[in-house]
């Protein structure tokens, strides 16, 4: 990309769309290029859980999926070992994009130590089922 000539200083807009459609615009006059550009990838269309955000994450993350159907569904958060933390969400849900948020906080509304969480999304619908499992940390 050819910078044009100039009296003075160059300034550079970057616009950046995300997983999730988020637009970030910044502009500066000094800038490093650190990778070419590639290609975005695309927002699931099926049923999918993707990766939270922000991770590592203080003191909350969000969690975001979708469900392509009406079905039976849940979603939890586990600890490393194993056992269930705090149910975010479950039940029956028509089909579409969902986004939960995670305060760190058990069922009981206590704090829980930093480590690695384990999220995980169970569903059953007419057409499809599965399980998708992400982890994220939490830093205390």
């Given at each position: 990309?050819?910078?044009p000539?100039?009296?003075?200083?160059?300034?550079?807009?970057?616009?950046?769309l995300?997983?999730f459609?988020?637009?970030t615009?910044?502009?500066?006059?000094?800038?490093?290029?650190?990778?070419?550009?590639?290609?975005v990838?695309?927002k699931?269309?099926g049923l999918?859980?993707a990766?939270?955000a922000p991770?590592p994450f203080n003191?909350?993350?969000t969690?975001?999926f979708n469900?392509p159907?009406?079905?039976q569904?849940a979603?939890?958060?586990f600890?490393a070992?194993?056992?269930?933390?705090?149910?975010l969400?479950?039940?029956h849900?028509?089909?579409?994009d969902?986004?939960v948020q995670?305060?760190?906080?058990?069922?009981?509304?206590?704090m829980?130590?930093?480590?690695v969480?384990?999220?995980?999304?169970?569903?059953?619908g007419?057409?499809?089922s599965?399980r998708f499992?992400?982890k994220?940390v939490?830093?205390?």
């Amino acid at each position: 990309w050819p910078v044009p000539q100039a009296n003075g200083q160059v300034y550079l807009e970057v616009q950046v769309l995300d997983f999730f459609g988020n637009l970030t615009t910044g502009t500066t006059n000094t800038f490093t290029i650190l990778s070419t550009l590639t290609d975005v990838p695309q927002k699931p269309t099926g049923l999918g859980l993707a990766a939270p955000a922000p991770n590592p994450f203080n003191p909350s993350t969000t969690l975001r999926f979708n469900l392509p159907e009406p079905g039976q569904m849940a979603l939890a958060v586990f600890d490393a070992r194993g056992h269930r933390v705090r149910t975010l969400m479950q039940g029956h849900r028509q089909g579409g994009d969902f986004a939960v948020q995670w305060d760190g906080r058990d069922d009981r509304g206590r704090m829980q130590s930093g480590g690695v969480y384990l999220f995980v999304l169970d569903f059953q619908g007419a057409g499809q089922s599965g399980r998708f499992t992400r982890k994220a940390v939490l830093i205390p």
